[in-house]
């Protein structure tokens, strides 16, 4: 059994999961770069090690430093995360060799999946339906020719070695085929160093629509329902929900069924995920399999009741699912928002610095997966997300609601963040709706930045100051009117007259 865990990772994911190893009595070891001396994970872990300079490739990406720091620790097991070594097949086979347990499938499952036409032709071979289009890589420009005759414009062309829309080009028109092939071959040799590229038929406005699979080592496999992820920006996950509002019970139960054969196809153990894009009569179709945690897992964890961190470890353990498909259930809708440290105003320009204050929202159906407090400087150097903000409710508007009264609380001051945008996410009425596919912030955008009017500006303002000028007269004294029962905290509410931000 798991008694002491590593995790490869570092913000909120090294945070989330070494806090269930806290409930499950496994110690946890922390690796950190230089810049994340002081961040939150090395805090919260039993053991740290420095493992180098602060770039990714000069620490988290290097697997002897994971590997050194796991035998000097005497961790018998490695938690990836999400990103960094998650999915690199050389990483999880090179613990298998030293003895250590990689939480996460084997090197087989990850190499197959990583590579997109390998993928594509395993799940045609497991009948899982995929987008129209080649099975093998195209190199010669006149079969492009002929294959795109057949298919017909608009088709997609992608890279076998990417993945999460890198390498994509959109092909309209047949005169932009043959430039559009070679710009995206240089472009997969030059990011992936594997040119190969392939064809599919593009759907238009799709969904983005993934099933979350948990399987044992004994082969018990299930799905644990779907995640709506269709709110992206550059193919970065903005807002993502369940259930969907798109799908029938009927398509619901098939495309559980389907993730749950591509798992199998594989032979998957650990906890995946299975992407599919979605049209719009619920065509649903396998765009690729992740083999990870992902970062929108909470919002499975909410509304099936399950800590996905602690499936995991029992999986990697060995132990069978204590659960069959038959005894999950979703409850109740839960909604996550992905906070940045990104200024929504600079086309979301990244806007590291330190941390002045912090007020986080609290109460019935609010989880906030971070790692940021009051003096914290947010390093440059990785991923600018800061916290996620997750929000349960018995039906969607309880859960939209609830989202929105979370997101006027959350104050973070001394950087900029996404939390504005996510409240015009939150107040848009197409989101609101239901009724959005992967388009939606673009095809929202006046909405979503319109300029707020001069005096919405200066309540904002107000709002700021007296939170800020609060904060400080609370850190000397805690007044409160005991006989009107008026706490100070309303200072910032609507009882002092500043209405919503
Ligand atoms: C597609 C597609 C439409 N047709 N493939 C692939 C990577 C994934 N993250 C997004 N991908 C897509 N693949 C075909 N044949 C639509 C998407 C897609 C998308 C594409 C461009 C811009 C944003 C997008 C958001 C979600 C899905």
């Known amino acids: 059994m798991i008694k002491k865990l590593l995790v490869a990772n570092r913000g909120e994911i090294a945070v989330r999961i070494m806090r269930t190893c806290e409930e499950m009595g496994i110690t946890t070891v922390a690796v950190y770069s230089d810049v994340d001396r002081s961040s939150m994970h090395v805090r919260y872990a039993d053991e740290v090690y420095c493992i180098g300079p602060s770039p ?17 620790s005497g961790a018998d097991a490695i938690h990836p995360g999400y990103g960094f070594l998650s999915e690199n097949a050389e990483f999880s086979e090179r613990c298998q060799k030293e003895g250590i347990l990689f939480i996460g499938p084997d090197p087989y499952a990850i190499s197959t999946m990583g590579d997109k036409i390998t993928a594509r032709n395993t799940m045609i071979k497991a009948g899982v339906p995929v987008v129209p289009g080649t ?22 062309i992608k890279a076998t070695a990417g993945g999460g829309g890198k390498g994509m080009r959109l092909v309209k028109k047949m005169d932009d085929l043959l430039p559009l092939l070679r710009t995206a071959q240089s472009e997969a040799k030059a990011a992936f160093g594997n040119d190969a590229v392939y064809i599919e038929k593009y759907i238009a406005s799709p969904h983005h629509i993934e099933f979350q699979i948990l399987a044992d080592k004994m082969g018990n496999t299930v799905h644990l329902f779907e995640r709506e992820c269709s709110v ?4 970065q996950k903005v807002v993502e929900e369940t259930p969907s509002c798109l799908l029938s019970e009927e398509v619901r139960m098939k495309m559980g069924e389907t993730a749950v054969a591509a798992a199998k196809a594989v032979n998957y153990h650990g906890a995946g995920t299975i992407e599919f894009i979605v049209d719009d009569d619920q065509n649903f179709y396998f765009l690729e399999m992740n083999t990870r ?3 929108e897992h ?8 399950l800590d996905l961190v602690k499936e995991q470890i ?25 906070i940045y440290a990104e200024d929504p105003d600079k086309n979301f320009m990244p806007c590291p610095g330190i941390i002045r204050h912090v007020r986080e929202p609290h109460g019935f159906g609010i989880r906030i997966d971070g790692y940021v407090y009051e003096g914290f400087e947010i390093p440059l150097y990785y991923d600018p ?13 309880d859960a939209i609601s609830r989202m929105k009264r979370a997101l006027y609380e959350y104050k973070i001051t001394g950087i900029k963040t996404s939390i504005s945008f996510l409240e015009r996410i939150m107040d848009a009425p197409e989101f609101i709706s239901g009724k959005y596919n992967t388009h939606f912030i673009e095809n929202n955008k006046d909405f979503l930045f319109e300029k707020p009017a001069e005096d919405e500006l200066h309540r904002d303002i107000v709002a700021m100051i007296t939170f800020v000028d609060y904060k400080s007269q609370l850190d000397k004294t805690y007044i409160s009117d005991e006989k009107s029962g008026i706490s100070e905290w309303k ?5 002092s007259g500043v209405s919503r931000l």
């Open 56 to 72: 990714s490739s000069e620490s988290y990406l290097v697997i002897d430093k994971i590997i050194d720091a796991a035998k000097k």
């Open 135 to 156: 099975t093998q890589a195209v190199t010669d420009e006149n079969d492009a020719i002929e294959i795109v005759n057949k298919i017909g414009v608009p088709v997609m």
């Open 293 to 295: 945690l992902q970062v």
């Open 314 to 338: 029992n999986i990697a353990n060995g132990l069978p699912l204590s659960f069959k498909q038959e005894d999950l259930k979703q409850t109740g809708h839960s909604i996550q928002c992905r």
């Open 491 to 495: 200072a910032y509410g609507r009882s």
């Open 385 to 397: 997300l800061i916290a996620k903000l997750i929000v349960w409710g018995q039906t969607r508007e």
């Open 298 to 305: 909470p919002i499975t964890e909410r509304v099936v009741g």
């Open 232 to 235: 992206q920006r550059r193919h």
